[in-house]
Structure formats: structure tokens, C-alpha cells
């Protein structure tokens, strides 16, 4: 992954992806309806080949960001408002923590994750 390098008073400050990256994944697990950051893998519209993705990929062009998540959610989530503050709380982290402005989050559902309930003996 890229650095993004801004300039300072004092030198130059070098912020890795995988920072803004590791920013963003922690901020996804603390809202509520997120279950969790979607695997590596996706069967994509039922073919049997597989494709290998990141959860969280950062794209930057002229010192600001876009950033795609891909998430599993809870059964019974309300998705439009899931995402919704998935895309305020990874924006507002990633620009006050970096200093980097954020232009948008992209968010994809990938996945369903309903509870399992235990039988009863």
C-alpha cells in the first residue's frame, strides 16, 4: 500500500493505508448491526470461482480519500441505517485522527449473519 505524505512546519508526515485502513475496521465493529468485516473471499453471483478481496481498501487522489468497506451484518439490521452511520462515524475518525480529508465511504453489505440458536434439551 501507498503512504500519503503531507507536509508540516517541521518536515514531512508519511501515513500509511494500512493505518487509515486499521482506523476505519475499528470503528466498523463498533456499530451496532455490524457483525463483522467480510471475509477474504466471495462467491461471486453463484459462480464457482472464487475472488479474493480486502474488507477495507483506501484509494487517494490529490490528498483525499475514498474508502470501500465491505461488512457482514446482523439479521434484522436496518441496512440504510447501518450504513449510513458507518459512513459518518469511518469519515469523521479517519479525517480527525489523520488529518485526512475523507470524500467518501463506500459501503457493501456482503453478508447476512442470523443467530443460531441453541436447541433446547
Given amino acids: 500500500m ?3 505524505e503531507t507536509r508540516q512546519p517541521g518536515g514531512s508526515l508519511r501515513i500509511s493505508q494500512d493505518v487509515i485502513a486499521t482506523i476505519a475496521g475499528s470503528v466498523v465493529t463498533e456499530i451496532p448491526g455490524v457483525a463483522s468485516l467480510a471475509s477474504g473471499n466471495v462467491n461471486l453471483k453463484g459462480l464457482l470461482k472464487k475472488q479474493s478481496f ?3 481498501t483506501i484509494e487517494i487522489s490529490d490528498d483525499v480519500a475514498t474508502i470501500e468497506v465491505h461488512v457482514n451484518l ?10 449510513s452511520a458507518m459512513q459518518q462515524a ?6 480527525n485522527m489523520t488529518g485526512i480529508a475523507v470524500a467518501r465511504v463506500n459501503v457493501t453489505i456482503a453478508g447476512i449473519v442470523f443467530d443460531q440458536a441453541q436447541p433446547e434439551l
Fill in 90 to 95: 469511518i469519515k469523521e475518525a479517519v479525517q
Fill in 2 to 4: 501507498d503512504n500519503i
Fill in 54 to 56: 480486502k474488507p477495507i
Fill in 74 to 83: 446482523k439479521s434484522g439490521a436496518k441496512i440504510p441505517e447501518v450504513a
